[in-house]
């Protein structure tokens, strides 16, 4: 079965260090891969998605970036961090299970900038 | 780009009794799924069901139940005996399928459901 594992959960960070925030999936190749943020009492807003190696696409103009080195891993990242970055952070897996289509999310990382 | 429209931000219900959940969408494509996920204080995000467009019969999953109007553009949930671990953030989402390889998945901005004891 398919499994996402995101890490790390929590992370306080000052304004203007780095970030990275690892996803990986198991049980499946050539992932659908997607992140995520939710900022406090709001919804989820795509800031990037990948279909395959070194594919990257951004939804949003920001502070951060992405890339995919191997087939089931996602990396997001930034250089500077800004306070406007803290949020919740959720990967996602999305594709075809059996008969159905649906999406895997990882736990999440909680980042906050201070 | 497809919009999903959550007009309720919270509601509240007293445990066993029944609660809907709203959810409009746009879209122009004839052939799409959509899903409702929980979220519950622990901020996992967990599928409660989900509805292919091209399906009459409405989804259900034990006490779950959605009530899809695809003319109407409409998709409600419907939570019947309420449990207090239905308390958490409800998500509606659309999802086309894959155009240039991409899945394109939409979300409302959510509801937070209370279940009263």
């Known amino acids: 079965s398919q499994t996402i594992h995101q890490w790390p959960a929590t992370l306080v960070q000052p304004v203007g260090s780095p970030l990275s925030l690892e996803c990986t999936v198991e049980g499946t190749s050539n992932p659908n891969l997607y992140w995520y943020r939710q900022a406090a009492g709001r919804g989820l807003q795509l800031l990037f998605y990948?279909?395959?190696?070194?594919?990257i696409s951004s939804e949003v103009p920001q502070n951060l970036s992405a890339s995919r080195p191997q087939d089931r891993q996602f990396i997001l990242s930034s250089k500077k961090l800004l306070l406007s970055d803290s949020g919740f952070y959720l990967c996602?897996?999305?594709?075809?299970?059996?008969?159905?289509?649906?999406?895997?999310f990882g736990q999440g990382t909680r980042l906050t900038v201070v | 780009a497809q919009t999903v429209t959550q007009s309720q931000p919270e509601m509240s219900v007293q445990e066993a009794e029944t609660v809907t959940l709203s959810c409009t969408y746009d879209?122009?494509?004839?052939?799409?799924?959509l899903f409702w996920y929980k979220q519950p204080p622990s901020r996992q995000m967990i599928l409660v069901i989900r509805?292919?467009?091209?399906?009459?019969q409405n989804a259900t999953e034990n006490r779950f139940s959605v009530n899809f109007q695809k003319a109407a553009k409409s998709f409600s949930l419907k939570i019947s005996d309420s449990q207090l671990g239905d308390t958490a953030m409800y998500f509606c989402?659309?999802?086309?399928?894959?155009?240039?390889?991409?899945?394109?998945?939409?979300f409302g901005k959510g509801t937070k459901l209370s279940v009263i004891p």
């Open positions: 989402a659309f999802m086309k399928p894959p155009g240039a390889g991409s899945y394109q998945l939409t």
């Open positions: 509805q292919e467009a091209y399906k009459q």
């Open positions: 990948s279909v395959g190696i070194g594919q």
């Open positions: 879209t122009s494509e004839n052939n799409y799924y």
């Open positions: 996602a897996w999305v594709g075809p299970t059996g008969d159905n289509t649906e999406a895997f």
